[in-house]
């Protein structure tokens, strides 16, 4: 009996094949770049192959939808819209022989990721040594300074494929951006580490959410340290701007007032906004046409986006090199950013208490692939990178004097403001979805939405974050496109996030051509804000979108409404 079902089953997979084959054949006929998505499709349904491994057979699929690429598939990609960059290595990764990550033994020295303005005169100078190593060797050593570049560039283009499909494979504005940076960092410091014998070295952070670290620490004004694509206005003694708007921003505000807002920017991105880890990490991307997303966590939002914007040349169209995805990895000031990104992360993990190793299979099995300090080419996976002491490093303790700036609501009470905006004659308040083809945001808009809860007791609160999503944001992709949220305000004029209304901000940086016409939504955690504005027991809040550049002209928005995420 048992083996009558399975020749019937059979059958049927058969015919189905059979089937499906036609179509399939027909479409690459009109068309052979298309074929794939068809192909997508078929094995989704059938569930039964999942992918290539490096040997080139295929593996059964009993429902893993992770993330990994097609080592053959690398081609030309953009680095921004009008400019086509071909970051690809010499050689096909698909010649090379893999091997699986192993741990570092751990017997061996752990690293100390120290802040960059702490570091001393001997660690800059067996850092020099090796960059300047790094830097002489030729490109097709993956060790190389330029191959380490370009790296980011692959994984932030689209220049790989998934297998089996034309979707590209780019780790931002995902869930997989601080997973794959730690990766990357992992294996650049013990690169730079061996071509010097140390294997002690560990690459600084730069301590940008501290006010002594603000700026930018002065030894990277010096070869092989320094990179001509910056602005110049923002050398040290320069106070970084983590909400940075290159249109708009007062450059010539004092220090001390620009390191409060950056604290208090800090907390909101950090802490207020962030409780639950899709509003930090991304939104889940998975390996299917349903699993697409797009959709930044708050930190990369900024001060991720705004501090690479902050530190490009403002001579270059895209601020290259920190300012543009593609080339950012060639300033050396990259790794110290990241790796200050990378130390928050495990912050934000102690501060919310969140255990990512039972985290989803999906993100956890997702696999990268990486040269080691031996030039051996490594499959690693998100499941890997969860500890850094399993990786042999760790960050030194410093302080985190954001963590004590939650904004005061210094706004009017919730039932105040939202007579004053009754009465004000000025203001247009629309329904929380939109016409068709999306709102405008060439100015500010006031939308209405509704809470389906509201009075929530405190232990309801902690279980389910109440988030605020502004969805189908489709943004002109050649255009850096900044837009501030708040809630409940009053005034316009007055508003920047030292204030509590302040809900978020979303920053769009020019990069690429890979789903082009993929809209993107913003999430931002918002049940500390409400009780702090005293708006948790109304049944409907007032959200408006403030446009910090031009180019919201051509940026629209689907609707906004409130759900709530466990």
Same mark, same amino acid.
């Given at each position: 009996?048992?083996?009558?079902?399975?020749?019937?089953?059979?059958?049927?997979?058969?015919?189905?094949?059979?089937?499906?084959?036609?179509?399939?054949?027909?479409?690459?006929?009109?068309?052979?770049?298309?074929?794939?998505?068809?192909?997508?499709?078929?094995?989704?349904?059938? *569930?039964?192959?999942?992918?290539?491994?490096?040997?080139?057979?295929?593996?059964?699929?009993?429902?893993?939808?992770?993330?990994?690429?097609?080592?053959?598939?690398?081609?030309?990609?953009?680095?921004?819209?009008?400019?086509?960059?071909?970051?690809?290595?010499?050689?096909?990764?698909?010649?090379?022989?893999?091997?699986?990550?192993?741990?570092?033994?751990?017997?061996?020295?752990?690293?100390?990721?120290?802040?960059?303005?702490?570091?001393?005169?001997?660690?800059?100078?067996?850092?020099?040594?090796?960059?300047?190593?790094?830097?002489?060797?030729?490109?097709?050593?993956?060790?190389?300074?330029?191959?380490?570049?370009?790296?980011?560039?692959?994984?932030?283009?689209?220049?790989?494929?998934?297998?089996?499909?034309?979707?590209?494979?780019?780790?931002?504005?995902?869930?997989?951006?601080?997973?794959?940076?730690?990766?990357?960092?992992?294996?650049?410091?013990?690169?730079?580490?061996?071509?010097?014998?140390?294997?002690?070295?560990?690459?600084?952070?730069?301590?940008?959410?501290?006010?002594?670290?603000?700026?930018?620490?002065?030894?990277?004004?010096?070869?092989?340290?320094?990179?001509?694509?910056?602005?110049?206005?923002?050398?040290?003694?320069?106070?970084?701007?983590?909400?940075?708007?290159?249109?708009?921003?007062?450059?010539?505000?004092?220090?001390?007032?620009?390191?409060?807002?950056?604290?208090?920017?800090?907390?909101?991105?950090?802490?207020?906004?962030?409780?639950?880890?899709?509003?930090?990490?991304?939104?889940?991307?998975?390996?299917?046409?349903?699993?697409?997303?797009?959709?930044?966590?708050?930190?990369?939002?900024?001060?991720?986006?705004?501090?690479?914007?902050?530190?490009?040349?403002?001579?270059?169209?895209?601020?290259?090199?920190?300012?543009?995805?593609?080339?950012?990895?060639?300033?050396?000031?990259?790794?110290?950013?990241?790796?200050?990104?990378?130390?928050?992360?495990?912050?934000?993990?102690?501060?919310?208490?969140?255990?990512?190793?039972?985290?989803?299979?999906?993100?956890?099995?997702?696999?990268?692939?990486?040269?080691?300090?031996?030039?051996?080419?490594?499959?690693?996976?998100?499941?890997?990178?969860?500890?850094?002491?399993?990786?042999?490093?760790?960050?030194?303790?410093?302080?985190?004097?954001?963590?004590?700036?939650?904004?005061?609501?210094?706004?009017?009470?919730?039932?105040?403001?939202?007579?004053?905006?009754?009465?004000?004659?000025?203001?247009?308040?629309?329904?929380?979805?939109?016409?068709?083809?999306?709102?405008?945001?060439?100015?500010?808009?006031?939308?209405?939405?509704?809470?389906?809860?509201?009075?929530?007791?405190?232990?309801?609160?902690?279980?389910?974050?109440?988030?605020?999503?502004?969805?189908?944001?489709?943004?002109?992709?050649?255009?850096?496109?900044?837009?501030?949220?708040?809630?409940?305000?009053?005034?316009?004029?007055?508003?920047?996030?030292?204030?509590?209304?302040?809900?978020?901000?979303?920053?769009?940086?020019?990069?690429?051509?890979?789903?082009?016409?993929?809209?993107?939504?913003?999430?931002?955690?918002?049940?500390?804000?409400?009780?702090?504005?005293?708006?948790?027991?109304?049944?409907?809040?007032?959200?408006?979108?403030?446009? *910090?550049?031009?180019?919201?002209?051509?940026?629209?928005?689907?609707?906004? *409404?409130?759900?709530?995420?466990?």
């Amino acid at each position: 009996m048992e083996a009558a079902k399975k020749w019937g089953f059979a059958a049927i997979t058969l015919v189905f094949i059979m089937f499906a084959a036609l179509p399939l054949t027909l479409l690459v006929l009109r068309d052979p770049t298309d074929s794939w998505k068809l192909t997508d499709t078929i094995l989704s349904l059938l *569930r039964i192959i999942e992918s290539k491994d490096s040997s080139g057979s295929y593996k059964i699929d009993r429902g893993d939808l992770s993330v990994t690429l097609n080592l053959s598939s690398c081609h030309s990609s953009y680095g921004r819209p009008d400019l086509l960059v071909y970051c690809c290595p010499p050689k096909s990764l698909a010649e090379e022989p893999v091997i699986d990550f192993q741990f570092p033994d751990p017997s061996t020295p752990l690293r100390i990721r120290r802040p960059a303005h702490r570091v001393g005169r001997d660690f800059i100078a067996k850092y020099k040594k090796a960059l300047l190593i790094m830097k002489s060797l030729p490109y097709n050593d993956p060790r190389s300074f330029r191959r380490q570049a370009d790296m980011h560039c692959l994984f932030c283009t689209g220049a790989y494929d998934q297998p089996h499909s034309h979707r590209p494979v780019d780790i931002h504005q995902k869930w997989f951006f601080f997973p794959w940076h730690r990766m990357l960092l992992h294996f650049h410091e013990r690169i730079v580490g061996s071509l010097i014998g140390d294997d002690t070295f560990a690459l600084p952070f730069w301590n940008w959410d501290s006010p002594d670290g603000m700026a930018m620490p002065e030894w990277y004004m010096h070869s092989p340290f320094f990179d001509d694509q910056r602005d110049v206005s923002h050398f040290p003694p320069k106070v970084s701007d983590l909400n940075y708007n290159y249109e708009k921003t007062d450059e010539n505000m004092e220090n001390k007032e620009r390191m409060h807002l950056n604290l208090v920017f800090m907390y909101n991105q950090m802490v207020s906004a962030a409780k639950k880890p899709e509003l930090f990490m991304g939104c889940p991307y998975k390996n299917s046409e349903e699993g697409v997303c797009d959709g930044l966590g708050t930190l990369e939002n900024a001060p991720h986006n705004t501090m690479h914007t902050w530190v490009g040349s403002n001579f270059n169209v895209r601020r290259e090199d920190m300012g543009a995805f593609y080339s950012a990895a060639r300033d050396p000031s990259f790794y110290a950013h990241h790796s200050n990104l990378d130390r928050l992360w495990e912050v934000w993990t102690q501060i919310h208490k969140v255990d990512l190793q039972t985290f989803d299979s999906d993100w956890l099995n997702s696999s990268f692939y990486f040269h080691d300090e031996n030039s051996q080419l490594v499959r690693i996976k998100v499941r890997d990178v969860l500890d850094t002491t399993k990786l042999r490093y760790v960050y030194e303790e410093v302080d985190l004097p954001w963590l004590n700036t939650r904004p005061k609501p210094n706004s009017i009470p919730s039932k105040i403001a939202n007579h004053a905006l009754k009465i004000r004659e000025n203001i247009t308040i629309l329904s929380a979805e939109m016409r068709p083809g999306g709102q405008n945001l060439n100015s500010s808009i006031t939308v209405r939405v509704s809470r389906s809860k509201f009075n929530r007791r405190k232990v309801e609160k902690d279980v389910e974050e109440e988030v605020l999503v502004v969805h189908g944001i489709a943004v002109r992709i050649d255009e850096y496109v900044k837009f501030d949220v708040y809630i409940n305000v009053v005034n316009e004029s007055k508003m920047g996030p030292s204030f509590r209304e302040f809900a978020g901000t979303f920053v769009h940086i020019p990069h690429g051509k890979m789903d082009g016409d993929q809209k993107t939504n913003l999430k931002f955690g918002i049940s500390e804000l409400l009780e702090d504005l005293e708006a948790d027991r109304d049944e409907s809040i007032l959200v408006t979108l403030l446009p *910090r550049t031009k180019s919201c002209t051509n940026t629209t928005i689907d609707g906004i *409404r409130i759900e709530y995420m466990r």
